[in-house]
C-alpha cells in the first residue's frame, strides 16, 4: 500500500506535518511517498523562483533519502493526480491507501484542493490536510465580528497567544522501491501529467541569466543563516533593516518563499534570541528582536488577506481603484503592430513613450539612482532590499503611473523570493490599493530616501558601474536633473525610429529563445528576462532621469483627484510629505 504525501510549498523533511504525519501513521505494509506538484492550473512560479527551486529540489531528495521516501515531481492539476491515483488500484499494486497534504495559497488552489479531497473520500482514500506555510490558520483568526482583519495592528496582536509549533524529523520507513516505481510507472502514461526530472542530481539546471545568483539554496542553508542572524544581527535590526548596503536583514525570504524553513522554527528561535538579549540587560537590542518578529507576523498577516482575498494577485483590495487611469504601456503584440506606422498619433505616442519609461525601469535605467541600484541589485541577485522595494514600487506606480501588477508581475518573474501573498500584498501596499496600506498621493521621494537611508550612497556605487567613481555630492545632485521622456532617454530622436525596432528585434531573439527546451523538459518561458539582459548592458554615461521629482507630488495629487472627482482629494498635511504619517506609517 502507498501513502502518497503532497509536500505543497514546503521544501523541507523537518517540520513539515504532512510528512511526518504520513511516515508517523504509516503501518507496517505501507510506504509513504513525497511528491512535488506544479501546477499549470495556477499562477505558474516566476523563473528566478524556479531557479531556487530546481536548486532546491535535488537537496531536497537527498534529506528525504535518508528517510527512505522516494520524491517524486509533477506537473499537473491536483484533481487530474487524483484521478490518476484512484485508478491506481485497478492497474497496479500497490494500492494507494490514504494522503496527507500540505495546504496551498492563492488562486483557486483551496477550491481545487476541495475537489481532491472530495474525488479521493468519494473513492474510500482518507485525507488529512494540514497548514505548514504559515504560524496560523487564516480562519481561525477573527475579528470581534467574525470578519477577517484588513489592518495590520490588531491582527498582529493576536500572536503574542501563538506558540510556535516544533516539528521533529520524522524516523525513516524502511526501504522500498516498488511503491515509486509503480506510482511513476501510472503516472508517465497520464497526458494531463508531466513527471519531472528535477529532483534528479544529474539534471542541472544553470540558466545563463542566473550565472550572477550567489544563494545557496536548501534547509541546512537557511538554518545556518537563521543561526547567525540572531547570533550576530537581530540586536541591530531595527536600525540595521533600513540601510540597504549593510547587511542588516537576514535574507530569509526566499528559504521562507520555498517552505526549506518554517516560520515557526524562526519565530522560537527568534523569541530565545530576544529572550537573551532582554536577560543581558539589552533592551535595545531585544526590542530589534521584537521588531523582526514584527516582520515575520507581516507575513502572516499578507498570507491571512491572501486566503480570504484569493484574487488579490490580480485584483485591487480596494476595489475603488477598480477604473484608475493607469499608464497604458504598449504591449509586445502591440508594438509589432505599430511597428511600420511612420506618423503615430498621440496615444501611440503616449503608449510607446510608456513602454520605453517601463523598460527603463525593469533594467535600472530610469535616471535615478536608487531606483537603478535597487532594479540592477534584483537583476542581478534575484533579490532586493526591503527600503529600495518601496521606493522602486512607488516610483513606477506614483512617478510613471504604471499600474502595479506590472510591477508585480516583473518581481514575480525576478524575484527569488516571489511569493503569492508578499508580493501583490506589498505591491498593493504601496500603490494605494492594498490592506492598511499607505494613501495613493503619497510619494517615496527617491532623493529624500536615499539621503535617509544611503546617505554615502554606499549602494547606488555598488550596483550602478556608471557611477561607480563619482563623488556622494555628484550623485546626490543627479536627482535634481530636469527629466526627459522614456524614448528621448533611449538616445534616439523619435520613438518610431530605432527604439521599437530594437525591441521587435529583441522580441524575435526572445520567442526564438522561449522554444528552447532541455533535456525534455519545457525550459520555465524566460520571457521578460530576456529582454532585459539585452536592454540592461551598463552604459558608460548615466542617463537623465525619466521623471522630474520636484513635480512628482503634485503630478500624483492631480491624478488622485482626476480620478476620484467626487473626492474631496487629500488635505495640505496628507499630500505634503513623502512619508506616511506616523498613524498609518510602520516602515518608514
Ligand atoms: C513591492 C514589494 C514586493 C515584495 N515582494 C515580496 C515577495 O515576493 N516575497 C517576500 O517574501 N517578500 C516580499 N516583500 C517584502 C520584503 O521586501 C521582503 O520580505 C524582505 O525584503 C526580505 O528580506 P529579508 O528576508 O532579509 O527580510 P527581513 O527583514 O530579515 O525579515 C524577515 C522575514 O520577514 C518577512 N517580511 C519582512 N518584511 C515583510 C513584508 N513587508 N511583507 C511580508 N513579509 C515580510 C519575510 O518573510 C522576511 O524574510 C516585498 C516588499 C515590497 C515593498
Redesign the pocket.
Known sequence: MVVVTFLGPCLRTLDNPALASALHERTDGESVVACYVEDPTQRLPGAAYTWWTRKSLPLLRQQLDRLHVPLVCLRGSLPHIARALVGLPARTTPRVSRVYLNRRWGGTTAEQDEQFEAWLHEHDIPVKKFTAHTLHDPWEIKTGQGGYYRVYTPFSKQFAQVKPRLIDEPAAQPPDTQAHDSILAVLNKEHDIQVLDWASPSAPYDPPWARSFTWKPGADEAHKILDA?LANNVAD?AEG?NLPFSHG??????Y??HGEISPHR?LDATRKAKARLHSSKDKAGAESAFQ?ER??I??E??YHILYHEPYIGWGNHNTKFDHFPWAKALSDEELRGALPNPRPDDALEKALEARAALECWKSGHTGIPIVDAGMRQLWTTG????RV??I??SFLTKNLHHHWHT??QW??DA?V???P???P???Q??AGTGADAAPYFRVFNPMRQAQRFDETCAYVRQWVPELKSESTKAITALYEREACSGTCLLEHPSPMSLWPKQLAFLLQEETKLDTKSEGGTAVPAAGQLITLRHVATPEASYRRPIANLKTTKDEALSYFQMYGKTNKGPSKEESDTDEPPKKAAR?S
Do not use: K
Not at 536583514?249 to 526566499?254: A, K, R
Not at 533579490?383 to 526591503?386: C, D, I, L, T, Y
Open positions: 542572524f535590526y533593516r536583514t537576514s535574507q530569509l525570504s526566499p521562507l518563499a524562526v523582526f516582520e515575520i507581516w507575513r498577516f499578507q533579490w532586493m532590499h526591503n522595494r518601496m522602486v514600487a510591477g508585480e518581481f514575480w524575484l523570493d516571489a511569493d501573498a508578499s508580493n500584498g506589498n505591491w501596499w504601496v516602515r
